[in-house]
């Protein structure tokens, strides 16, 4: 079965563009999550998708929105790209059911 | 705010080695998982414990949940160059659908 994968892997942007990363969870997964990882913070946690619904939402702006397809991929948009938003974006799925996530290889994005 | 300490940040030791990285939170958690990630890449799964007072195995590697289901530990014997590497925690809070992560264990191991 094919991971989790992820597109692009590295997107250079400038400030105040907006970006939308993708994702294509395991097959059979349902449920995505998307993080947001820098070396400060860690691993935060951005919002959550199943069944094309957002279930869960991290403690970010509305700068960063997402949506997921009727066949569980699933797209988040960053809009008015700040410095601070350099990360690399993480996207992991999970069967219904399923407590453990699987990650995808990451889209780095780089902003200046 | 729930948290998720894990201990310690970084650990730099000589091969064949013993260690232990801590996973400790005031949370209970349903289940928890353990990452290795490498530098560029996404976290790879290792392991998910379930039961309190859970232990598996995996080769050299020993994961142990808390009776109480709070905490956990991993353990790795004899450590190779191969372990080097972000070394993360992840705790699933029950019927929430939602993960809190550890700060994360940056571990190498020297030839």
């Known amino acids: 079965k094919a991971g989790v994968t992820q597109t692009p892997r590295y997107l250079i942007k400038t400030r105040g563009q907006q970006v939308t990363l993708s994702c294509s969870p395991i097959s059979g997964h349902r449920s995505v999550s998307w993080y947001q990882q820098t070396p400060g913070q860690g691993l935060q946690f951005l919002f959550e998708?199943?069944?094309?619904?957002?279930?869960n939402k991290g403690n970010f702006p509305g700068r960063f929105s997402g949506r997921q397809f009727s066949n569980s991929r699933s797209e988040m948009n960053v809009s008015t790209l700040e410095l601070g938003d350099s990360a690399l974006y993480l996207c992991?799925?999970?069967?219904?059911?399923?407590?453990?996530?699987?990650f995808g290889p990451g889209t780095r994005l780089l902003v200046l | 705010t729930q948290l998720l300490e894990q201990s310690p940040q970084f650990l730099s030791i000589q091969e064949g080695e013993n260690l232990t990285v801590y996973c400790n939170s005031s949370?209970?958690?349903?289940?928890l998982q353990w990452y290795r990630q490498e530098p560029g890449e996404g976290p790879v799964l290792l392991v998910t414990v379930v039961t309190g007072g859970e232990v598996k195995k995996l080769k050299r590697l020993t994961f142990q949940f808390g009776d109480a289901r709070k905490d956990s530990s991993l353990h790795i014997t004899a450590a190779q160059p191969g372990d080097t590497g972000l070394y993360l925690c992840?705790?699933?809070?029950?019927?929430?659908?939602?993960?809190?992560f550890g700060t994360g264990t940056r571990l190498k191991v020297l030839a």
């Open positions: 992991a799925s999970s069967q219904q059911g399923q407590e453990t996530q699987y």
């Open positions: 998708y199943f069944s094309e619904t957002q279930r």
């Open positions: 992840a705790g699933a809070l029950s019927g929430t659908y939602k993960y809190i």
């Open positions: 949370s209970v958690f349903s289940s």
